[in-house]
């Protein structure tokens, strides 16, 4: 018998309807033959109507208590589907995370899960029944309700899967997958058959909307075989696989292409150059809590150097302020800024076998006259910082250069 693990986010149970239709899929895999736990997200909306719910009473809820509230909104879900699948005459039971002790540290509202007992779980699949298990929550060493962060039910899913050594986890979405790149802004981007986890992390503005990238990695270190599905229409969706040793040779090139709107880059000229300079500008934007993404130092020139860097475009003002303090302590000439920036990356495997693949994308960038303004790479990735308005135009002929189009 197959064990599969299936995880229903939101969307998927937003409604008596949409619960109605993930039962009648339910009853049909167990026909099948195969033996299901299923993990389920609050009904749509709900997760943030309860925190609007505690904000209306307070400004600073306890984080324990706000774990309490939240996740009720899963536990009404697993008493819903149970009924659903009862009502098909289909055995089921409900189980908050507590229940299947999903035993977690004591860190509220981000909570990281520490091992779950799968007994419980394994004796309700040897009699017969679907498993419905409440995402996103779990339970501390003191017995109190701990919640995994936003989207946190993936990581359940993919939690679960990995104690019971399940055949596949299946995440259901809004979606029927991963795709090479945002098909609004490239229609004929197409979905994936596959792709590697470290590939899906480093999508992960285009995969986070997707998975929760705390679950990616979950997978990636217990290599639970993933896949996220539509639970909308049929579909084989995207399967997320480990890469073995050497098998990057037949990967493709390219596998998708990441890009982020809504960046700012500084840079500060003119530093005396001597160790310690970037940490004194970089520590002050990190005591800010702001998040630093690329960063560049030139190489100097008579003993002095310049220092760019991007940031949220948020974070701007505020980057901008931190940095101009600093310029007479540092002895540096001045700080300039860009506010409209955007970031592209292209991603894939495939890069660790093959050279000339960053070439392709500064010719293809060149040819279509879009200055790059900045480069970062990593073993799988290259990104450049380009000027927001060539952003669309960029991504297209990026997709059509690497191959991405065509089927
Ligand atoms: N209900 C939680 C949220 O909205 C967890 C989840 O859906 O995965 O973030
Ligand atoms: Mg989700």
């Given at each position: 018998?197959?064990?599969?693990?299936?995880?229903?986010?939101?969307?998927?149970?937003?409604?008596?309807?949409?619960?109605?239709?993930?039962?009648?899929?339910?009853?049909?895999k167990?026909?099948?033959?195969?033996?299901?736990?299923?993990?389920?997200?609050?009904?749509?909306?709900?997760?943030?109507?309860?925190?609007?719910?505690?904000?209306?009473?307070?400004?600073?809820p306890?984080?324990?208590?706000?774990?309490?509230?939240?996740?009720?909104?899963?536990q009404?879900?697993?008493?819903?589907?149970?009924?659903?699948?009862?009502?098909?005459?289909?055995?089921?039971?409900?189980?908050?995370?507590?229940?299947?002790?999903?035993?977690?540290?004591?860190?509220?509202?981000?909570?990281?899960?520490?091992?779950?007992?799968?007994?419980?779980?394994?004796?309700?699949l040897d009699?017969?029944?679907?498993?419905?298990?409440?995402?996103?929550?779990?339970?501390?060493?003191?017995?109190?309700?701990?919640?995994?962060?936003?989207?946190g039910?993936?990581t359940?899913?993919?939690?679960?899967?990995?104690?019971?050594?399940?055949?596949?986890?299946?995440?259901?979405?809004?979606?029927?997958?991963?795709?090479?790149?945002?098909?609004?802004?490239?229609?004929?981007?197409?979905?994936?058959?596959?792709?590697?986890?470290?590939?899906?992390?480093?999508?992960?503005?285009?995969?986070a909307?997707?998975?929760?990238?705390?679950?990616?990695?979950?997978?990636?270190?217990?290599?639970?075989?993933l896949?996220?599905?539509?639970?909308?229409?049929?579909?084989?969706?995207?399967?997320?696989?480990?890469?073995?040793?050497?098998?990057?040779?037949?990967?493709?090139?390219?596998?998708?292409?990441?890009?982020?709107?809504?960046?700012?880059?500084?840079?500060?000229?003119?530093?005396?150059?001597?160790?310690?300079?970037?940490?004194q500008?970089?520590?002050?934007?990190?005591?800010?809590?702001?998040?630093?993404?690329?960063?560049?130092?030139?190489?100097?020139?008579?003993?002095?150097?310049?220092?760019?860097?991007?940031?949220?475009?948020?974070?701007?003002?505020?980057?901008?302020?931190?940095?101009?303090?600093?310029?007479?302590?540092?002895?540096?000439?001045?700080?300039k800024?860009?506010?409209?920036?955007a970031?592209?990356?292209?991603?894939?495997?495939?890069?660790?076998?093959?050279?000339?693949?960053?070439?392709?994308?500064?010719?293809?960038?060149?040819?279509?006259?879009?200055?790059?303004?900045?480069?970062s790479?990593?073993?799988?990735?290259?990104?450049?910082?380009?000027?927001?308005?060539?952003?669309?135009?960029?991504?297209?002929t990026l997709?059509?250069?690497?191959?991405?189009?065509?089927?």
């Open positions: 018998m197959t064990l599969i693990v299936e995880k229903f986010g939101g969307t998927s149970v937003g409604s008596v309807e949409r619960i109605n239709a993930v039962a009648d899929h339910l009853v049909k167990f026909a099948e033959g195969e033996q299901l736990v299923v993990v389920v997200s609050a009904m749509s909306g709900e997760t943030n109507r309860l925190i609007k719910l505690a904000n209306d009473i307070t400004e600073k306890s984080a324990r208590e706000m774990d309490v509230l939240v996740s009720t909104g899963e009404v879900t697993i008493a819903l589907l149970s009924m659903a699948l009862q009502e098909r005459e289909q055995a089921a039971r409900s189980y908050t995370g507590g229940q299947v002790s999903i035993k977690t540290d004591g860190v509220h509202s981000r909570a990281r899960i520490l091992e779950i007992d799968a007994k419980k779980i394994r004796s309700d009699k017969g029944r679907i498993v419905v298990v409440a995402g996103f929550q779990g339970i501390d060493s003191s017995g109190n309700i701990t919640t995994l962060g936003r989207g039910s993936d359940t899913a993919v939690a679960i899967a990995a104690a019971l050594k399940a055949d596949e986890c299946r995440i259901y979405t809004d979606v029927d997958g991963i795709y090479t790149t945002d098909p609004r802004v490239v229609p004929q981007a197409r979905r994936l058959e596959s792709i590697t986890a470290e590939e899906m992390l480093e999508l992960s503005s285009l995969g909307k997707v998975l929760q990238t705390r679950s990616v990695e979950f997978a990636g270190k217990y290599h639970v075989p896949r996220v599905l539509s639970s909308f229409v049929d579909g084989p969706g995207t399967l997320i696989t480990y890469e073995e040793e050497g098998s990057s040779m037949e990967a493709p090139l390219i596998s998708g292409i990441a890009f982020q709107r809504d960046e700012a880059k500084l840079t500060i000229r003119g530093i005396p150059d001597h160790p310690g300079i970037a940490h500008v970089l520590g002050p934007i990190s005591e800010a809590h702001i998040n630093v993404d690329v960063i560049i130092q030139n190489a100097s020139a008579k003993g002095q150097t310049d220092l760019t860097f991007t940031v949220p475009r948020d974070d701007y003002e505020s980057c901008m302020e931190i940095l101009n303090g600093l310029v007479t302590e540092l002895g540096a000439r001045d700080v800024g860009d506010d409209r920036i970031k592209i990356s292209i991603v894939g495997v495939g890069m660790r076998s093959h050279t000339g693949v960053a070439n392709t994308m500064f010719k293809t960038l060149a040819d279509h006259d879009i200055n790059i303004q900045m480069i790479t990593s073993e799988i990735k290259v990104s450049v910082i380009i000027d927001e308005t060539h952003l669309e135009r960029a991504v297209q997709h059509k250069a690497f191959d991405l189009d065509s089927v």
